[in-house]
Structures are given as C-alpha cells and as structure tokens.
C-alpha cells in the first residue's frame, strides 16, 4: 500500500516528542531567558532617568542585537544537538536494522527522523517571534530587518539540523557528529575575517564579498552595520541556499543509509593500528592507582572523525596564534587581532571540550559498559574522579597557546599576566568537565545530557 | 560562536560604564578583554585595569567552585542514579536479627 506524507517513523517520533514535558519547559525557559535579556538591556538603557524618542530608538537596536543574536546563537547550537544522535544512536543500540527490516523505505526513515527533530527548533525560532515584533513598537527596529533576521535564523536551523543528520548517517558515535559539524559551523561562520587576515599576512587577494555572507551573525545584522543595501533580498536568498544545500544532504543521506548501515553492521569495533597509538603515547596514570583512569588515558583513544575535528581546530587554532604573537612582537598586521584570536580560540575549545565531557560517560551508559563498571568492587570516588580526570586532560593543551600570545603581546612587564589566562583556561575546563559529568550522570537520555550541556555552557 | 557573549557585547557597549567587570565571567568576553588589557603597552598598570585584573581572579575562582560543588554532587547522587548497590554499605546499621519463632518461645 502506498503511504503520503512522511510516514510511520515521523509519526511515532513526534507523538513521543509532543507527549514530553520537557519540549514545552525549553520553550518557557527560551522565552524567559529572552525576557531576562531584555530586562537587563532596558535596565542599562533606561535605569538612569526617562528616554526621549532618541533613546527609545536606540533602546530598540539594543533589543534586536540581545534577541537575534541569542535566538541565532541557541539556533546554531541547538538544531546539530537535536539530529546528532537520530541515526549513530539507533544504530549502536541495533534498533536501526530493525526499522531497515520492514517495509519503510529510506526516504520515510530519514525524513521522518528529520522532520520530527526539526520541528522542535522550528517552534523555538516561531517562540521568539512575537517577542522580536513586539519590540518593534519601541521604534529603533526595522520590521524588514526584524524579517530578514527569521529568515536567516530559519535557514541556520535547517542545514544545521540536516547536516548533523547527514553526518551521524557516517558516524558511529554523537559527539563525533557534533565536533565536526560545530568546527563546520564556526570556519564557515569566520571564513571571512581568517581570509581578511590572511590577505594582511600572505599577500592573498581580496576576499569576495559573499564570503561575508557565509557568517549568519553578519547577514542577519547587516540592516545595521550597512545601512541602505538591499538586506532583504541577499537574506532570502540565504534562506534558499540553505533550504537547497539541506535538500541535497538529506538526498544523500537517503541513498547512503541502507549500504552504510549494513557495512558497519559487518566491520569490527577497533582497529589494529590503535593498538601501534596505545605504544606511542606518552606514560600516564599506573593501571594500581586507580583503573578507570587508566582505562580512560589508554583505551579511550579518539575516534578518526574526533581526531579530525580536534586536528583542525588545533591547527588553526595553532597558525592563528602565531599570526598574532607576531603581529604583537613585530608590530605588523592588526593590533586586534591578538584579542580576537583568545577570545575564539577558547570558547570554541571549550564547546568541543563541553561536548566530549558530556559524552564520555552518556555513551557508556547506552551501549551498557557502564554497568559492567558498577558491578566491579571499584569505589564509586574511583569511577567519578577517573571519568573526571579523563575528560579533563583535554583541557590542559586548550590553555597553552592562549598562554603564549598573551605572554608576546604582554611582553616582559606584564608577562604574568599570561598565567591569569591559563588558570581561567584551565577554570573555565574544569567547569565545564564538571558540568558534562554531572548533565550525563543525571539525565539518562545522551541527546537531552548534550542538549543541555551545550547551551548551559554557552550561557 | 557562542550565546554568552551577546549580553556582555551589549553592556559593555551600551551601557554606562564599569560592565566591563560584569562581561568578564564570559569566557568569550573575558578572553579577549583581558588580552587587550595586558597588550596595552609596558607602563604601570592603572586602578581600573587592576580592577579588571581582580575581578578576574574573582571569576576563576567562581568557575573552580562551581567545578567543585558539581563534581561533589556528582559524586553524592552518582550511584543513586545509576542504581548501583554495595554490599555492607547500608546506613541503617546491620539488618536486625530474624525473630523468634512463636512456638519456640512458648516452649517449657
């Protein structure tokens, strides 16, 4: 019999999502945190005395920078959290083979996936809305410009969701998924300014100008930093951009599910080679003192897709420092690019460290191996701290090169400055190590535990 | 890249002065501000910048306390959660022993 629409799969998938208190508490807790924002804002604007039309006016600019900003940023990170795990997870766990077995084809399988994680963050774009055009009435917001921001934001959500989709078809765990599709988001979103900087450094010509475009925070605040070009029109067209190149993956994605399904179903879980890794590497903790943490040092080796994320983010992150420590020694290139280069550098470190925190115990838990732990007569001080340590030491080398620029551009006088900045590295990882191993031993599901774990990070 | 920022963009930008200790709890913010801060020349270093220096170490010290108390909370509801049980670990002392049979008691 033939079926229209999306099928059994979105059905089952956004009945169960529908029935979740938690979907409508996000949506309370998204609106309220805009509130919040703009309270703050109204606060600075106006806690001081009564606006004139002037300041009503600037007032309202503030408000659309706080709401769109946020609204894009929750939007960017949310929408990969939502669809990483719609096809790794159900693979790990054998369900996936099953749904494979009956009678629903590949496009009902991955569009109905799609279609029910996406709705979700749909509703939280449409949640902020009325907040945006409210706002409006203040003076200050261009209705076109309050527009093009929602078209923008809608964009993002689209092909981040079906990128991360399209990825978790490939990969074999989440986190994988999500390290490399916030490392696509982040170079797409700052192709524009590492080209400029290149150009400086190179002798690179100039960057095009749809590179620029490529940054959704540039495009949806365009109205504003180029005031009289014809915003609209390049937004919309974003919009359709994103829609095609979505279009596209989740075709991919449809024709590779059933073959790559099947040949990881018959490929081993580890590989020979890691075994050569495991005698390369540097000595770590004594397997007596304590064995989880053993275990976590020497055989949870990254993944080939986690290597790869974090390779490229520490070779960019890597020839970016440099730039900058040269730039403060020589004086040649930008004097802003050192500040610039910190402060994303290690956010973006963090988000990744965030991620793998989360997911360091979350993954155990759904393929089992963490009960084989629990039945073990290790204290549970022993499992907490080994599990602890071992997401932490990723977050030592993010605090090195931050360290190093800080160090050239301080020069000798205030070179200990730079140690200020390694301990708030190294803080800000302990913290937010701490926050993924509470978030996944608290919340049993590993898609709400990143979820979570992301956007309280970020906020 | 990140939500954080926004709101300490927008007070440092707009607001009436001093946000700029406030912003620094954002690792985005705080990052760069404090780079510029230490890269703006070799003289001494003035009273709002040792301000900002203090609130700093302030900041680090918050995000170490907070590690701590999650990793501590972790610690105390680690097993609850994940429904593991040790054996002699039972809080209300040794089970009581089983009583008497009845008939026992009555026996002359």
């Given at each position: 019999m033939r079926r229209w629409g999306l099928g059994p799969v979105f059905a089952w998938e956004w009945l169960r999502a529908s029935r979740r208190w938690q979907l409508y508490a996000l949506r309370v807790l998204f609106v309220a945190a805009l509130g919040a924002g703009l309270t703050v804002v109204w606060l600075v604007k106006a806690g001081h005395g009564a606006l004139g039309i002037r300041g009503l006016a600037e007032t309202g600019e503030a408000f659309f920078y706080a709401l769109v900003g946020t609204q894009l940023a929750l939007v960017l990170l949310a929408a990969p959290a939502h669809t990483a795990a719609a096809v790794c997870l159900d693979r790990s766990r054998g369900t996936l083979f099953h749904v494979l077995a009956t009678d629903l084809s590949d496009a009902e399988i991955v569009l109905g996936k799609l279609a029910a994680r996406l709705i979700p963050v749909i509703g939280l774009v449409i949640c902020g809305m009325p907040v945006l055009f409210g706002a409006i009435l203040l003076g200050g917001i261009d209705p076109e410009a309050a527009v093009g921001a929602i078209l923008v934001t809608l964009g993002v959500a689209v092909l981040g969701a079906t990128l991360a989709l399209t990825l978790s078809v490939w990969a074999r765990q989440t986190y994988e998924v999500l390290l490399l599709t916030y490392l696509l988001v982040a170079l797409l979103a700052l192709a524009g300014p590492m080209w400029a900087e290149w150009q400086v450094w190179f002798g690179l010509p100039a960057p095009p100008d749809w590179l620029e475009a490529t940054n959704p925070f540039f495009l949806a605040f365009m109205p504003y930093l180029r005031p009289g070009t014809n915003c609209l029109g390049g937004q919309a067209a974003f919009l359709g951009i994103c829609l095609g190149l979505s279009a596209a993956l989740a075709v991919l994605s449809v024709l590779r599910l059933r073959a790559v399904a099947l040949r990881e179903a018959g490929r081993p879980a580890r590989r020979g080679h890691r075994q050569v890794l495991v005698r390369l590497r540097l000595p770590g903790p004594s397997l007596d003192a304590n064995p989880v943490l053993w275990r976590e040092w020497h055989r949870r080796l990254p993944s080939r897709w986690a290597r790869v994320a974090w390779l490229t983010y520490g070779a960019l992150a890597l020839l970016f420092s440099v730039l900058a420590a040269c730039s403060a020694v020589?004086?040649?290139?930008?004097?802003?690019?050192p500040p610039w280069v910190n402060a994303l550098q290690v956010p973006l470190g963090l988000l990744l460290l965030s991620v793998t925190s989360v997911t360091s115990l979350a993954e155990e838990r759904v393929r089992g191996t963490i009960d084989l732990l629990l039945?073990?007569?290790?204290s549970t001080r022993a499992i907490v701290f080994g599990k602890w340590w071992g997401a932490y030491r990723s977050a030592v080398p993010l605090a090195v090169l931050p360290g190093l620029v800080t160090a050239a551009v301080a020069g000798p006088a205030r070179w200990p400055g730079a140690l200020l900045v390694v301990g708030l590295v190294l803080a800000y990882g302990a913290a937010a190590t701490s926050l993924g191993l509470a978030l996944s031993t608290w919340v049993a599901q590993p898609g709400r535990a990143l979820i979570l774990g992301v956007v309280l990070f970020c906020w | 890249v990140t939500v954080g920022p926004f709101l300490p963009i927008l007070l440092a930008r707009w607001?009436?002065?001093?946000?700029e200790t406030l912003a620094s709890a954002s690792p985005f913010f705080g990052m760069g501000e404090l780079t510029d801060l230490l890269g703006r020349g070799g003289g001494a270093i003035g009273h709002r910048e040792w301000e900002i220096l203090a609130w700093d170490v302030i900041y680090l010290m918050g995000y170490l306390g907070a590690a701590v108390s999650l990793l501590l909370l972790t610690l105390a509801t680690f097993d609850r959660c994940l429904g593991r049980t040790i054996a002699?670990?039972?809080?209300?002392g040794p089970a009581p022993p089983p009583p008497r049979p009845a008939l026992a008691a009555r026996a002359p």
């Open positions: 020589t004086g040649a290139g930008r004097s802003q690019l039945t073990t007569p290790l | 607001g009436p002065g001093g946000e002699g670990d039972d809080k209300d």
